[in-house]
Nanobody, 123 residues
Framework: QVQLVESGGGLVQTGGSLRLSCVAS????????MGWFRQAPGKEREFVAY????????RYADSVKGRFAISRDNAKRTFYLQMNSLKPEDTAVYYC????????????????WGQGTQVTVSS
């Protein structure tokens, strides 16, 4: 299993930016495709972004396309979610996860999950 720890969440005003980080355990020796999901109170967890093993593999939910960017640093065992032009509807707990197989935007395609980090966007 892979241990994942998210950080970088917080309170930001509408239009502001945050960068979330997801750090994998040092024991992780291989490269994973990764995803970001988010869950707002009373709502189902939803797909946000995905990054695969090759260049230009990034995929985004329509709701964040053009505003968010996913990236990774394999040497640091870390991947990131840069969030710009934040809106109140982006408020949620954000989770990173390791992709295994299947559709990249589906929860069932992922194996390991972090504990989440809260992002709150004030209006």
């Amino acid at each position: 299993q892979v241990q994942l720890v998210e950080s970088g969440g917080g309170l930001v005003q509408t239009g502001g930016s945050l960068r979330l980080s997801c750090v994998a355990s040092k024991e992780t020796g291989s490269t994973y495709a990764m995803g970001w999901f988010r869950q707002a109170p009373g709502k189902e967890r939803e797909f946000v972004a995905y990054i695969g093993w090759v260049e230009d593999s990034e995929r985004y939910a329509d709701s964040v396309k053009g505003r968010f960017a996913i990236s990774r640093d394999n040497a640091k065992r870390t991947f990131y979610l840069q969030m710009n032009s934040l809106k109140p509807e982006d408020t949620a707990v954000y989770y990173c996860a390791t992709y295994y197989s299947g559709a990249y935007d589906q929860l069932r395609s992922y194996n390991d999950w972090g504990q989440g980090t809260q992002v709150t966007v004030s209006s």
